[in-house]
């Protein structure tokens, strides 16, 4: 019922920026809780940050709030990460997923819907 492409991934340096975007279809979305997990090689899957499509009420993983801000647009149902002072550590396949229903955001298997990713990787 809905579909979820990433997009915005790259290589870049240490320090430097990149904005992840999640463009959503299928489905009216104003009650869905919206997150990105990143899953680095060979590790399990992590919670990186999370919104709730109506409110905009967000939660961020401590390793990333500061640096990283999640929003989004309802006129494009589009959710973006922006990601700042990148780190070699933030290195990773990102993921958005959507859920239809309230959850905490920080757990994967709540989440109904994924996207198939988009690569980072910062070198250092």
């Known amino acids: 019922q809905v579909q979820l492409v990433e997009s915005g991934g790259g290589l870049v340096q240490a320090g430097d920026s990149l904005r992840l975007s999640c463009a959503t279809s299928g489905r009216t979305l104003s009650s869905l809780t919206m997150g990105w997990f990143r899953q680095a090689l060979g590790k399990e899957r992590e919670f990186v940050a999370a919104?709730?499509?109506?409110?905009?009420?967000?939660v961020y993983d401590d390793s990333v709030k500061g640096r990283f801000t999640i929003s989004r647009d309802n006129a494009k149902n589009t959710v973006y990460l922006q990601m700042n002072s990148l780190k070699p550590d933030d290195t990773g396949r990102y993921y958005c997923a959507a859920s239809g229903t309230i959850v905490n955001p920080t757990i994967s298997g709540r989440y109904d819907y994924w996207g198939q990713g988009t690569q980072v990787t910062v070198s250092s």
């Open positions: 919104i709730t499509w109506g409110s905009a009420i967000t």
